[in-house]
């Protein structure tokens, strides 16, 4: 059974660099069946899907992020980590990671981290 | 990017009775290659990440009730309990995965009336 857990700070400054990892158990993060990718969750946006990753290094990103977030994969560690640079107050959210399968597009996504809630403020 | 929306955006059912969720996109998320509609449903509960409840609109997944169903394609889907218990109270939402980006409908909040 896959199991995901994020990581990571639960408060950071306006401006600096959001940093998250999730820690992946239960099978290879370089399994061929996942992408492995992030979601946030606030009151005001609801469920936002941040970007995904192969664990090859192929990525997507929601274009309204883009420029500010960079995932990435460690195999050697079986981790992946989410970075959102300039952060403000609406980028305080829940952020999960999760798992979608890999086929035509990215699908829908089975497994789930429980969430670490992330504030913006000073 | 395709807009999902939901209605109610909360309802109140007796226990035991039918709960009807309504999803709609704002364009087909039907593929014609494989006529698969890309389209899944999760339940949140209080605290709790979402869960995939359905996938390709009326797949279920492991585990969950047959109570739950899922159904519909093209733009309109429904997520229906036949009979709700105590345990389904909680929020759920449609997934759209016909493209990115990917996205979420709102929510609908069900509870108990």
């Known amino acids: 059974q896959l199991q995901l857990q994020e990581s990571g700070p639960g408060l950071v400054k306006p401006s600096e660099t959001l940093s998250l990892t999730c820690t992946v158990s239960g099978d290879s993060i370089s399994s061929s069946s996942y992408y492995w990718g992030w979601i946030r969750q606030t009151p005001g946006m609801g469920l936002e899907w941040i970007g995904s990753i192969y664990y090859s290094g192929s990525s997507y990103y929601n274009p309204s992020l883009k420029s500010r977030v960079t995932i990435s994969v460690d195999t050697s560690k079986n981790q992946f980590s989410l970075k959102v640079s300039s952060v403000t107050a609406a980028d305080t959210a829940i952020y999960f990671c999760?798992?979608?399968?890999?086929?035509?597009?990215?699908?829908?996504?089975?497994?789930w981290g429980q969430g670490t809630l992330v504030s913006v403020s000073s | 990017d395709i807009v999902m929306t939901q209605s109610p955006d909360s309802l109140a059912v007796s226990l035991g009775e039918r709960a009807t969720i309504n999803c709609k996109s704002s364009q087909s998320v039907l593929y014609s290659s494989n006529s698969k509609n890309y389209l899944a449903w999760y339940q949140q509960k209080l605290g709790q990440p979402p869960k995939l409840l359905f996938y390709w609109a009326s797949t279920r997944e492991s585990g969950v009730p047959d109570r739950f169903s899922g159904s519909g394609s093209g733009t309109d889907f429904t997520l229906t309990i036949s009979s709700l218990q105590a345990e389904d109270v909680a929020v759920y939402y449609c997934q759209q995965y016909y493209s990115t980006p990917l996205t979420f409908g709102p929510g609908t909040k069900v509870g108990i009336k």
């Open positions: 999760a798992t979608t399968r890999v086929g035509i597009t990215l699908e829908h996504f089975d497994y």
